[in-house]
């Protein structure tokens, strides 16, 4: 009978929680109920970029042209809109030697970082004007992986002439009008 009663005692002593109490989990002496451990962190990310997957870009252009502004040597034409969203920007030295170079930078269109031409073809009309440009470039992606591709890009272009609105130092000249535009983008 003793150890009966020295075997309650000392659970109550262990214990300390009233019977009321145990029910709530509320007693005297239990631990709280800890939060389980956040999960581990993601892996780091890897390219999303499929290599040898192509995205298709085409210029928005409003029926009549895109202004690119007066006509300029390097062919230059800035905010192009593009159908996924975005805007371009156009800069050639078409008559760069040895070989052709300038840039493609891209604003908000996918994840594009900013694109370096290797190379240019073009086609001129009797003034000399550019027609029809081709370009080779490459770059690489602006999403925090690194990854690269390698882009081509075909444009028309036409001109309209502007006299000019007076005053000094405000000349003529010609106005040059993005007709069509398209890129393909490779990913490395």
Same mark, same amino acid.
């Given at each position: 009978m003793r150890h009966r009663i @020295? !075997?309650?005692?000392?659970?109550? !002593?262990?214990?300390?929680? =009233?019977?009321?109490?145990r029910a709530q989990?509320?007693?005297q002496g239990q @631990? $709280? $109920?800890?939060? &389980?451990?956040? &999960? =581990?962190?993601? =892996?780091p990310p890897g390219p999303d970029e499929?290599?040898? +997957?192509? +995205?298709q870009i085409i210029a928005g252009v409003a029926t009549g042209g895109f202004s690119c502004g007066r006509e300029t040597? =390097? !062919?230059y034409c800035y905010g192009i809109p593009a159908n996924v969203g975005g805007t371009f920007w156009l800069d050639v030295s078409y008559n760069a030697t040895p070989s052709q170079?300038?840039?493609?930078?891209f604003n908000s269109? !996918?994840?594009?970082?900013? *694109?370096?031409?290797?190379?240019?073809t073009f086609t001129t009309n009797s003034l000399g004007q550019i027609t029809q440009m081709d370009i080779v470039f490459n770059g690489t992606t602006n999403d925090?992986?690194?990854?690269? /591709?390698?882009?081509?890009?075909?444009?028309?272009? +036409?001109?309209? /002439?502007?006299?000019? *609105?007076?005053? $000094?130092?405000?000349?003529? *000249? /010609?106005?040059?009008l993005l007709q069509t535009g398209s890129l393909t983008i490779t990913y490395q």
């Open positions: @020295a !075997l309650a005692l000392v659970l109550v !002593l262990i214990t300390g929680i =009233p019977s009321h109490s989990g509320q007693g @631990a $709280k $109920k800890q939060p &389980p451990p956040p &999960p =581990p962190p993601p =892996p499929v290599p040898g +997957s192509q +995205s040597y =390097p !062919l170079t300038g840039f493609v930078s269109v !996918l994840d594009l970082g900013q *694109g370096t031409i290797t190379g240019a925090g992986d690194n990854g690269a /591709y390698t882009g081509t890009g075909s444009f028309t272009f +036409s001109y309209v /002439y502007s006299s000019g *609105g007076g005053g $000094k130092g405000n000349l003529g *000249g /010609y106005v040059q």
